[in-house]
């Protein structure tokens, strides 16, 4: 059983929420073409800053669970994320397909709107079944034992 301070559980539970919030926007982003990405600055802003938020979200997750299971946090976003495969909760597999996305933190910052373009539609496309893992696992399998612990302690038998 992963060994999680209160202050810990409620930071997970507070990403955990805001990281849910933002999956919900999977559909209204899938629907970006590339005219509207190069031309309206306001929706290249939000689809920027919404893939920011889900990756920042996923590293934060990923440093408390690290943390709370004595793993030291690696140097880099990649390996932070790539070590959630190390743990008891994820396989290596997991580990590799949620920290191929931590280089987006520094595409859509630094490269031509092109590039950035193809990294954020691949993005799109591919990546809501491993953060929609990621939610559904800290949910069933770190947050949840608390509660059925704290439920059977409330229980009269």
């Known amino acids: 059983m992963i060994s ?8 997970l539970i507070k990403h955990i929420d805001f990281l849910e919030s933002e999956l919900e926007d ?21 689809v920027e800053r919404w893939i920011e938020n889900i990756v920042n979200s996923s590293i934060d997750l990923a440093k408390i ?15 932070t994320l790539f070590g959630l495969g190390g743990t008891r909760y994820f396989n290596e597999r997991f580990g590799g397909d949620i920290s191929r996305w931590s280089y987006l933190r520094n595409i859509v910052a630094h490269q031509y709107l092109d590039i950035r373009w ?8 591919e990546s809501q079944p491993v953060y929609s893992k990621l939610v559904k696992v800290i949910k069933d399998k770190i947050l949840k034992p608390k509660a059925r612990r704290e439920n059977r ?5």
Request: net charge positive; hydrophobic share 30%.
């Open 118 to 125: 193809d990294a954020i539609k691949k993005f799109i496309a």
């Open 65 to 79: 669970i690290l943390s709370s299971e004595g793993i030291s946090i690696p140097e880099t976003y990649r390996e």
């Open 153 to 157: 302690k409330g229980v009269k038998g």
């Open 26 to 46: 999977y559909p209204l982003f899938a629907k970006m073409t590339w005219k509207e990405y190069k031309d309206i600055k306001e929706k290249r802003r939000n």
């Open 4 to 11: 999680i301070s209160k202050e810990s559980r409620e930071r």
